[in-house]
């Protein structure tokens, strides 16, 4: 079974640039959250997105934005990029979106590098 | 202020010991505790929880032990295997949350080496 997968997997851009990142979950899983890693900490929680819908939004400013498809695919646009914003930016994908206590699934990333 | 506390950045075990990363949080709503494992380049890939409920979960040589009174955890590995080497996050989610409208709250990491 395929697991999350994202695209693309490196990503370089220059300040004040617009990037958008892709997330598919696993079969079968309606909710995706997506994560901010940058060197030397944990993930740092952006969004939650289940059917569609933004269930969760972490201390991110409004230039992060996401969106989930009917197929349960999910972007993640970061607009006005700034250089504090190079991270390893990670989709997570669970079942029902955070109702129960439930394992989030992680995908390999997207490491992006904002010059 | 951190919720979620790894206080040893990194941890160095001989292969065939036990390995134990401890983890501390501040915030009494947490009810649900994971533990994440990450090779450098790829995602955290998950290993075991916990919850609230409970004080012990075990699977295979994976040991997650939960006192709520201390808001401490920690990750038994045994015996310790040269692929163990890796970084490990502790994780936690709010009480009716489930790890959605908060997301999941991370520690920042112990990196684990096995010494042959």
């Known amino acids: 079974d395929a697991g999350v997968t994202q695209s693309p997997t490196h990503l370089i851009k220059t300040r004040g640039q617009q990037v958008t990142l892709r997330c598919s979950p696993i079969?079968?899983?309606?909710?995706v959250s997506w994560y901010q890693q940058v060197l030397g900490q944990g993930p740092q929680f952006i969004f939650q997105?289940?059917?569609?819908?933004?269930?969760g939004r972490g201390n991110f400013p409004d230039r992060f934005s996401a969106r989930q498809f009917p197929n349960y695919s999910s972007e993640l646009n970061v607009n006005a990029l700034l250089l504090g914003d190079s991270a390893l930016y990670l989709c997570?994908?669970?079942?029902?979106?955070?109702?129960?206590?439930?394992?989030?699934?992680f995908g390999p990333g997207t490491r992006l590098l904002v010059l | 202020d951190q919720q979620v506390k790894q206080n040893s950045p990194s941890l160095s075990v001989q292969e065939g010991r036990i390995s134990i990363l401890n983890c501390d949080y501040t915030?009494?709503?947490?009810?649900?505790f994971l533990w994440y494992k990450k090779y450098p380049a790829e995602g955290p890939t998950f290993l075991i929880s916990?919850?609230?409920?409970?004080d012990k979960n075990e699977d295979g040589r994976f040991t997650v032990f939960l006192n709520k009174s201390a808001k401490h955890l920690s990750l038994h590995i045994v015996p310790s295997q040269p692929g163990d080497s890796a970084v490990y996050f502790c994780?936690?989610?709010?009480?009716?949350?489930?790890?959605?409208?908060?997301?999941?709250?991370f520690g920042k990491g112990t990196h684990l080496i096995i010494q042959p």
């Open positions: 079969s079968g899983h309606k909710s």
């Open positions: 997105y289940y059917e569609k819908e933004e269930r």
């Open positions: 916990i919850s609230s409920i409970k």
């Open positions: 997570a994908s669970s079942l029902a979106g955070g109702t129960i206590q439930e394992t989030q699934y």
């Open positions: 915030n009494s709503m947490f009810d649900y």
């Open positions: 994780a936690a989610s709010e009480e009716g949350s489930g790890g959605g409208a908060d997301g999941l709250t």
